[in-house]
Structures are given as structure tokens and as C-alpha cells.
């Protein structure tokens, strides 16, 4: 069963400050990773995503992939209170089925 | 922009109903996939579809149909609605994945409600 695994959280920070959120998972041959925010009560929006190992920067989001270690994260600089979210990592496995295989998400809390 | 709409934002029914969900995407996507999602259960998907009149079972196929006859749109069928049916239900559309991968893009989300 291939997997992707996120601590459910809440993680809670202070406004201003950077939040880690983390996602592992267990297929090796794993070849693209995204991150999505859903809001509570909204559908899943796509906010990030990194196919080679490394950092990806967005304005205040930032994609870190290490496949070597099979973990992905996803890093918010200067949170701010709308981004209190759940945030899911999702992943394709190898295999090329077409199907993502999300992680429960971790949500994230930020407290003004 | 993908877009992606569901026909209704909420629905109830009542045990014993026929319901059927309808998704559409605008972007010419091959795949197509819906997913119910319960608190503390995240996503889960109930079938998958690559093709004009192709389905495959995903993790929770088990009370549920679907129907694909154009590729834009894809319904999900509750053949006797249930109270354990009651969720949220999320349609998404993808291009098949290539080495850069194209992802996922979800509807708003149907909230169903049996009663």
C-alpha cells in the first residue's frame, strides 16, 4: 500500500512566524509532489508543487523535497491568520495510474 | 483557469433515494475522479474514470455507481441513498500525469445530507 503520512496536527504559531508543516512517504519511485490548502467547509485548492529535489519558493510559501529521505514540506514565512488552513500533501506514486495518494492533512492554526 | 462545478453546493435526501451527482470540468481533462471526505477519514476515492465511458473502483466503491458519456462530465449515482452516505463529496479533474505531472483540480464540493 503505498502512502503519505502527515501529522495531523493542530499546529499552532503565532502570527508573524514561520510554520513546518511535513509529509512523508513511501514510495521511492514518487516523481511529483503538491501541496493543497482547504479551507473548512471548501474544496482542496492546489498552492504548491516540486518535482526535483530541493526548494521551491512562492512568495511566502516555500516547497522543500529531499526524495532521498522521502519527505516533503512545505514552509510559511510571516504567517498570518487566513492562512489557518489544513494543508494536504498529495503525491504520485510510481506507476503512472493517474491517482494521487493524499495524506490526512495537518491543520494549522494561527493565532494573531 | 480549470474550472470545475458540481451541481449542487448542498443536498438532502431521504434513506432509500436514487441521487445522482454531477461534475463537470471545462479543460478537456482524460481523468476525472470522485472522493467523499468525513472528518478524521480524509480524502477517499470512490471511482476514478480515464476515459469517455471507463471506470475504475477506487478505496470505497461499495454503494455507488458512476456514468461517464462525454468527457466533460462525470456523475456519481447513490442507487439507495444511506445515512452512512452523508458527506461532503469532491470532484476532481487531471490531465494523465507526465515526468512534470499535472495535478488535481476539485470542485467546490457537494454536501450531502440522508436523512
Not at chain 1, 532521498?68 to 495510474?97: E, H
Not at chain 2, 462530465?73 to 515526468?99: D, H, K, V
Request: hydrophobic share 30%; with cysteine; glycine share 8%.
Amino acid at each position: 500500500q503505498k502512502e503519505v503520512e502527515q501529522n495531523s496536527g493542530p499546529l499552532s504559531v503565532p502570527e508573524g512566524a514561520i510554520a513546518s508543516l511535513n509529509c512523508t512517504y513511501s514510495d521511492r519511485g514518487s516523481q511529483s509532489f503538491f501541496w493543497y490548502r482547504q479551507y473548512s467547509g471548501k474544496s482542496p485548492e492546489l498552492i504548491m508543487s516540486i518535482y526535483s529535489n530541493g526548494d521551491k519558493e512562492d512568495g511566502r510559501f516555500t516547497a522543500q523535497l529531499n526524495k532521498a529521505s522521502q519527505y516533503v514540506s512545505l514552509l510559511i514565512r510571516d504567517s498570518q491568520p487566513s492562512d489557518s488552513a489544513t494543508y494536504l500533501c498529495a503525491v504520485y506514486p510510481s506507476g503512472n495510474t493517474g491517482k494521487l495518494i493524499f495524506g490526512q492533512g495537518t491543520t494549522l492554526q494561527v493565532k494573531p | 483557469d480549470v474550472k470545475v462545478t458540481q451541481s449542487s453546493r448542498y443536498l438532502v435526501k431521504r434513506t432509500g433515494e436514487k441521487v445522482f451527482l454531477e461534475c463537470v470540468q471545462d479543460m478537456d481533462h482524460e481523468n476525472m475522479f470522485w472522493y467523499r471526505q468525513d472528518p478524521g477519514l480524509g480524502l477517499r476515492l470512490i471511482y476514478f474514470s480515464y476515459d469517455v465511458k471507463m471506470k475504475e473502483k477506487g478505496d470505497i466503491p461499495e454503494g455507488y455507481s458512476v456514468s461517464r458519456e462525454k468527457k466533460e462530465r462525470f456523475s456519481l449515482i447513490l442507487e439507495s441513498a444511506s445515512t452512512n452516505q452523508t458527506s461532503m463529496y469532491l470532484c476532481a479533474s487531471s490531465s494523465p500525469p507526465l515526468l512534470a505531472g499535472d495535478t488535481q483540480y476539485f470542485g467546490p464540493g457537494t454536501r450531502l445530507t440522508v436523512l
